[in-house]
């Protein structure tokens, strides 16, 4: 069955940079694009971006434009969301996420999230 | 951006009632709009894709309606599991976008 394992929690101070992990399973790695999407503290849903694992391209956020970069290795499978520069406001779960499949580009699969806290 | 709108931000209902949430998009997302529940320390769940179709395992009380900028989430007969945040979210264009949720709580 599909499965996306993030990595652990991480505490870091403002201006610092994070890498959040997202290990892939239970289907072709390269097949599918992998989204991230956060969630503030009571707060909503937030996409930040998506990234090909077959190519390589990506699309990201204008919120997050120059901050984030998210890359592949597909020797396993892994995905990996790095967010520079930062913030309180960062302070979030962040979740990979890879759509339905063929039925639809809706969000079907989700990580078990990241909690990044940004505290001095 | 395409700006996703969710009304009401909370809807109180008693258990068994029928409960009617909508999501409005400043630009036609055609169908492909999905809703998902989320419950308190849990991640969301797809209930509803392409405007209309139910996800896997997802109770027929659950339907969705609309396309274009007009949708709507409706639940029949609300039973106590159903209490919970939802969302709505475009997939036609990037950036995706959700609404920001409607609260569904026990009256």
């Known amino acids: 069955q599909v499965r996306l394992e993030q990595s652990g929690a991480e505490v870091k101070k403002p201006g610092a940079s994070v890498t959040v992990s997202c290990k892939t399973s239970?289907?072709?790695?390269?097949?599918?694009?992998v989204s991230w999407v956060r969630q503030a503290p009571g707060q909503g849903l937030e996409w930040m971006g998506w990234i090909s694992p077959y190519s390589g391209d990506t699309s990201y956020a204008q919120n997050f434009q120059g901050r984030v970069s998210m890359t592949t290795d597909t020797s396993t499978a892994t995905v990996y969301m790095e967010l520079r520069s930062l913030r309180s406001d960062d302070t979030a779960v962040y979740y990979c996420t890879r759509v339905l499949g063929d039925l639809s580009l809706a969000i079907g699969f989700w990580g078990q999230g990241t909690l990044v806290t940004v505290s001095s | 951006e395409i700006v996703m709108t969710q009304s009401p931000a909370t809807l109180s209902v008693s258990p068994g009632e029928r409960a009617t949430l909508s999501c409005r998009a400043s630009l036609s997302v055609s169908s492909n709009l999905a809703w998902y529940q989320q419950k308190p320390g849990q991640i969301p769940r797809l209930l509803i894709y392409d405007a209309s179709t139910r996800a896997t395992d997802i109770p027929a009380r659950f339907s969705g309606s609309g396309s274009g900028t007009e949708f709507t989430l409706t639940i029949t007969s609300l039973q106590s599991e159903d209490f919970a945040v939802y969302y709505c979210q475009q997939y036609n264009n990037w950036p995706e976008t959700f609404g920001q949720g409607t609260k569904v709580e026990i009256k």
């Open positions: 239970g289907y072709t790695f390269t097949s599918y694009g």
